[in-house]
């Protein structure tokens, strides 16, 4: 008589056998395998949602920490946010009532200190669609300008139009600031790029289906749509919010500029006021309620000192130094920067008040020259030393530089 090859009971003991290659297995020791696999994989050490293979906060950070340079508040207060999030996707169906709510993430900090690419980094830890998409573009249905649905397209173009891959991605709306409506007290008058736009931002950040025309550009009645979830998407905004500083002075009873003479003043760092910014002092920037709440992670960017911009040249994966040897070890030369050199582009850089993004910049101006003649030269080794640098950095370079700061 056949039994089960694993617990040995005959067919006539147990409900169901099935029969396999060289044996059986029972009902029951199928029922039990699948237990201690579900199990299983609940204690594994890392979340698996759909395609998506989540780490742990520490372990997050540890790999924007191979692209990002600084900013450890703002690295661990994004690790937190993201794990947390993708945790909230994989919960399981429970009857106790507990929906844990979605928590979009804004950052405020000035231009160049890294606010895009700490998003792109997530994204590329996670490998879910990510779209950048400028706030500034965006207006009021019917006006001059973007739908606020069309930056759901970009998502979806990165996805390939797959619509579940796409409720799982990550949307950075860039330059939120902008859309900052005037004053602190609502508008009276139509605001279609201010105040407008964050009314109709409200549905995407709660959770909402929103159809959205497959090839961006203005909806019709004619146009197929397709359907949306935000529910699962997470909006990460940020934003430079030039002058908020003021209304953290100000509820913070100092004075950007002056000598402090409270102990309390004594306390504050008036060097970087952003390190005290609350949710309130976004709403006083212009932002309504509405969206603050529905942006409960705040985190906060810190200026980018001499020591972080040299190590941001030549420390993280893809630093501009190692791009540029890349590109130089294509046409089989070997490129080297001297310290003296990478000094002076940093000095560079904080004297044209450019933050990280300019770095890049001004390594094109010294390295233009190079890159245009030395692929059809004899030369294998390469050097970039502080004279060759200031030569080529040369008086219309800086006073381009100069303007733009």
């Known amino acids: 008589m056949d039994k089960c090859s694993l617990c040995g009971r005959k067919e006539s003991e147990v409900g169901m056998l099935f029969s396999g290659v060289s ?51 703002a690295k661990k207060v994004l690790s937190v946010a993201v794990y947390n999030h993708y945790k909230r996707i994989s ?58 649905e ?25 330059e939120i600031d902008k859309i900052a409506r005037k004053g602190d007290n609502p508008s009276i008058t139509r605001d279609v790029s201010g105040e407008g736009v964050q009314q109709g931002l409200l549905k995407l950040l709660e959770g909402s289906v929103v159809n959205v025309p497959p090839q961006g550009g203005r909806k019709h009645p004619e146009q197929k749509m397709i359907a949306v979830d935000t529910k699962n998407i997470l909006f990460v905004c940020g934003g430079a919010f030039d002058g908020i500083e003021k209304h953290i002075a100000k509820r913070l ?30 709403r006083k920037f212009g932002l309504i309620p509405e969206i603050v709440g529905r942006l409960p992670v705040l985190t906060h ?70 890159m245009f003649d030395m692929p059809t030269g004899s030369a294998k080794d390469f050097k970039v030393d502080k004279k060759y640098a200031e030569a080529k950095l040369d008086k219309n370079s800086v006073v381009k530089f100069k303007n733009v700061g």
């Open 23 to 73: 044996g059986f297995i029972c009902d029951e020791c199928i029922e039990k395998g699948h237990l201690i696999l579900m199990e299983e994989k609940k204690s594994s050490e890392n979340f698996s949602v759909g395609d998506v293979k989540l780490l742990k906060p520490k372990q997050i950070k540890d790999f924007i920490d191979q692209y990002v340079i600084g900013q450890e508040h």
């Open 91 to 148: 919960q399981p169906i429970t009857d106790d009532d507990i929906e844990i709510e979605k928590s979009n993430i804004i950052m405020v900090g000035e231009t160049g200190t890294g606010k895009t690419l700490l998003a792109k980094t997530i994204a590329k830890m996670l490998h879910v669609p990510f779209a950048i998409v400028d706030a500034t573009v965006l207006t009021e249905a019917g006006y001059v300008g973007e739908d606020i």
């Open 150 to 174: 069309s930056l759901l397209v970009r998502l979806l173009q990165d996805a390939d139009y797959d619509v579940k891959a796409a409720e799982r991605g990550i949307v950075f709306i860039d």
């Open 253 to 282: 009873n100092t004075q950007i500029i002056g000598y402090g003479k409270q102990k309390k003043e004594e306390r504050i760092n008036k060097e970087n006021l952003l390190q005290y910014i609350v949710q309130d002092d976004i």
């Open 301 to 370: 960017l810190n200026p980018l000192d001499r020591d972080a911009l040299k190590r941001i040249l030549t420390e993280p994966k893809n630093s501009i130094v190692k791009q540029y040897q890349k590109l130089f070890k294509m046409d089989k030369i070997k490129l080297e920067f001297t310290d003296d050199a990478l000094d002076y582009i940093v000095d560079q850089a904080i004297s044209f008040k450019l933050g990280a993004r300019g770095l890049r910049s001004i390594c094109e101006s010294i390295m233009l020259e190079a």
